[in-house]
């Protein structure tokens, strides 16, 4: 049945057999580690402690140790601003800096950095954001728990290249991003301690992190399915319990669809198939103005509920043929259950022309179906 389900879906959608050639987020390297290069006795000798709670905020008070002779920046402070968002002020923006000693051509700098962390997205992918928008070199990343990373990446500043190491938490509404910038001359000796300094960093008293809410639509009493509460449902009446619909839409103002996902609900016991259900769907794409192109990667990682028997989800090119609106991408998801099949899809800018609203996206389309239950 695999075989029979995954050969429909590569035929009606045209494509599956040649990938589009798009950068895969799920094969980006694992950071390098150099800690060897670096016992833990000469760490020890060569650093110093330092605890500090920038501006008297408790959800910034850290730990962190920093090699001798470093030096706070006078103007650290400076280039702090005030977010009320919620219950109370959260300080943005630069939240300490300190220089390593003086050289003739650039210094070591150690960073801590607040920034406003959208909900709906993870760290993981904010961070790819916020290096691909600034046009850095990711070398590496990896995950590191629940709601951070740890990242290499390379960037000029004055004209010197440095060689940063990073890691970004969630704290609260915040992201907080810890670096630690060698120039890139002086790396190869020095990337063992900037390892080590990143790795002794600790939050003392986090600020604990906000959940994206979620809302739940009931297909009558037999199934139901969870979608961000920052989304707006379009449900129609129900008349029949053999065929069900309900869409979820994203818009970035009043005006503009930044994202949309169709969940349809089909009965095993109609006289159709899963074949001419995706063949009407990409009928329905192509009434709108847009082509089904190469799949881009099948997705993967997802944990349905138990009482799915199948599934699968494809990621394609959906190109506008008019030119008029950026490429978008379309994802197919496929489930099957005894009583019903479920064809689950979404429209998204490509990530390639909005990683931001992609990101957000993707993990939209993630909940809805997850949750699929009934």
Do not use: C
Not at 28 to 34: G, R, T
Not at 120 to 147: A, C, H, K, P
Not at 245 to 252: E, L, Y
Not at 321 to 345: C, G, N
């Amino acid at each position: 049945m695999r075989y029979i389900l995954t050969f429909v879906l590569a035929f009606l959608l045209s494509g599956a057999a040649v990938q589009a050639q798009v950068i895969d987020q799920n094969i980006i390297k694992v950071v390098p580690h150099y800690l060897d290069e670096m016992s833990d006795v000469d760490f020890l000798a060569r650093t110093q402690p330092l605890k500090e709670t920038p501006m008297g905020d408790r959800f910034l008070s850290y730990e962190v140790r920093l090699p001798l002779g470093w030096a706070k920046a006078e103007d650290s402070d400076r280039e702090v601003s005030s977010s009320k968002s919620g219950l109370s002020s959260r300080l943005l923006g630069n939240v300490t800096r300190f220089y390593g000693p003086t050289r003739i051509d650039a210094v070591d700098i150690f960073q801590i950095e607040a920034m406003t962390l959208d909900y709906e997205l993870s760290v993981r992918n904010w961070f790819l954001n916020y290096v691909f928008t600034r046009g850095y070199t990711l070398q590496g990343m990896e995950e590191i728990g629940e709601q951070a990373i740890e990242a290499q990446y390379v960037t000029l500043i004055k004209d010197t290249a440095y060689v940063f190491r990073v890691r970004a938490y969630a704290n609260g509404p915040r992201v907080l991003v810890i670096s630690y910038a060698v120039p890139e001359q002086h790396w190869e000796r020095e990337r063992g301690i900037q390892e080590r300094v990143i790795r002794s960093f600790r939050f003392l008293s986090p600020e604990k992190i906000l959940a994206e809410h979620v809302r739940t639509y009931p297909f009558l009493d037999l199934l139901r399915f969870d979608y961000p509460s920052s989304w707006r449902l379009i449900a129609p009446n129900i008349y029949s319990i053999e065929g069900m619909d309900a869409k979820v839409v994203s818009t970035a103002d009043k005006k503009t669809v930044a994202g949309e996902i169709d969940v349809r609900v089909i009965s095993t016991e109609l006289d159709t198939s899963l074949a001419d259900e995706v063949k009407y769907l990409k009928e329905d794409i192509q009434e709108r103005g847009l082509k089904v192109g190469k799949m881009i990667e099948v997705g993967e990682g997802y944990k349905f509920h138990d009482h799915i028997l199948y599934d699968r989800v494809e990621i394609y090119e959906a190109k506008d043929e008019s030119r008029k609106i950026q490429d978008h991408e379309l994802w197919l998801a496929v489930m099957v259950e005894d009583r019903y099949f479920y064809i689950i899809t979404m429209l998204t800018p490509g990530r390639a022309s909005d990683f931001y609203t992609w990101a957000k996206n993707s993990e939209a389309f993630e909940i809805v179906t997850e949750s699929m239950r009934p």
